[in-house]
């Protein structure tokens, strides 16, 4: 590993004087002799120790590759370089400027219930019957709240579980109520339901119609691996959802649905090669 050791000032003051200084930067150990170098914008180069310490003690040469590399990434400038500041500023500020507008997803987990049992999911699911599991309104009602006071121009809200349609009615009251504040605030506001789409209904998709809601689902393959990732009473798990996702498509139009798959161990074996 590299020494820790930090040296005087006044070492880097005399080494500035042979050709170049260096900009902010850090590095993280690959192993022993390999480093990946970054800086605060997200540029980055792996280099060997020896490369490292040539870089830090001042010794890179002029017009090598490595030396070029440096300077264009934003490492190193030198007396031909001297608008590399204010670009490293300004690449620095674009990177920042997302945080000042805050985030624009916002998910709303409605429900932990839900109808499947699928092995690799991350929620606390809880079986379909256990009502307190739900979102209640007065949450919802502070959720909604909160989603506002994001400065984000465009805001999307996505409905999540468990199963959300298990909770469709509070669905129904989050996408009216943010849509009554919408009028005020003004904003490009959209909704997306995450589902399995077992509880998909003529109800619901009159309502994603009328309120431009997207569905977003799973689907991990063919029918054999699907229900084996994806169990659910009845077994029928990918029957429901290839059903379910052309009936969407022949209502809602097939851009307003998506389908997703998780990758797992037997997936890898059935991938297909487009000839």
Not at 16 to 41: C, D, H, I, K, Q
Not at 84 to 113: D, E, M, N, W
């Amino acid at each position: 590993m590299l020494s820790r050791k930090f040296k005087d000032l006044s070492h880097f003051r005399q080494t500035e004087e042979r050709g170049y200084r260096l900009l902010p930067l850090r590095f993280t150990a690959l192993n022993s002799e390999r480093y990946v170098v970054s800086n605060m914008v997200g540029e980055y180069l792996v280099l060997g120790r020896n490369l490292i310490e040539d870089l830090v003690e001042h010794r890179l040469v002029s017009g090598t590759s490595l030396y070029d590399d440096l300077k264009s990434k934003h490492f190193i400038y030198d007396e031909d370089s001297q608008a590399a500041l204010p670009l490293l500023g300004l690449k620095y500020r674009t990177k920042l400027t997302q945080a000042s507008h805050f985030t624009g997803l916002h998910i709303f987990v409605v429900t932990l219930r839900c109808d499947y049992s699928c092995p690799y999911c991350q929620v606390s699911r809880q079986t379909d019957d256990k009502m307190a599991f739900d979102m209640s309104k007065e949450t919802a009602d502070r959720a909604v709240d909160m989603v506002f006071l994001s400065p984000n121009p465009s805001i999307k809200i996505e409905f999540q579980g468990g199963e959300p349609l298990l909770n469709f009615p509070l669905i129904q009251y989050i996408v009216g109520r943010a849509e009554s504040l919408n009028e005020t605030f003004k904003r490009d506001l959209r909704f997306v339901i995450a589902t399995n789409l077992s509880f998909l209904t003529d109800e619901v998709i009159e309502f994603c119609s009328t309120h431009g809601v997207d569905l977003s689902t799973s689907l991990d393959g063919p029918a054999s691996l699907h229900n084996k990732n994806r169990p659910r009473p009845g077994k029928n798990g990918h029957q429901l959802v290839v059903e379910n996702i052309k009936r969407i498509q022949r209502r809602l139009g097939k851009h307003r649905v998506s389908a997703l798959m998780t990758t797992t161990l037997e997936s890898l074996s059935q991938v297909r090669v487009p000839a």
